[in-house]
């Protein structure tokens, strides 16, 4: 079973994820973890276009982890394939527990 910690880390402004996005992809869904560059890997329907896959994003993170938008933010790689994911008001054993888990289940 793969272990995505590697990717989480805390922060003063929350818990960081560190995600690698496929846009324009024909599924949409946690992919899995990239071991050599310690991201999870996202896959979003959304074209890489006036931000419509980091909405997707925000969307896909909030459903995945059963939290509201408004405590999920893009913190940096806004126009990059590589971003970092902030999650406020939430612990880090907490984020990593349910990305495993929900990666166990995409393995």
């Known amino acids: 079973m793969e272990d995505c910690s590697a990717a989480i880390s805390l922060s003063e402004s929350g818990v960081l994820i560190a995600i690698e996005v496929q846009p324009g992809a024909r599924h949409e869904g ?5 071991e050599w560059r310690q991201r999870l890997q996202i ?3 959304a074209p890489p276009q ?4 980091n909405s997707s994003i925000l969307d896909l993170f909030s459903e995945l982890l ?3 938008v408004s ?5 940096s790689g806004h126009t990059s394939r590589k971003k970092t994911m902030t999650i406020s ?3 880090l054993e907490e984020i990593v527990e349910k990305i495993n888990e929900l990666l166990h289940e995409v393995s």
């Open 30 to 34: 946690l992919v899995g973890f990239n």
């Open 43 to 45: 896959a979003v329907r």
């Open 50 to 53: 006036d931000g419509k896959a």
């Open 66 to 68: 059963e939290l509201p």
């Open 71 to 75: 405590r999920i933010k893009i913190s």
């Open 89 to 91: 008001e939430s612990s």
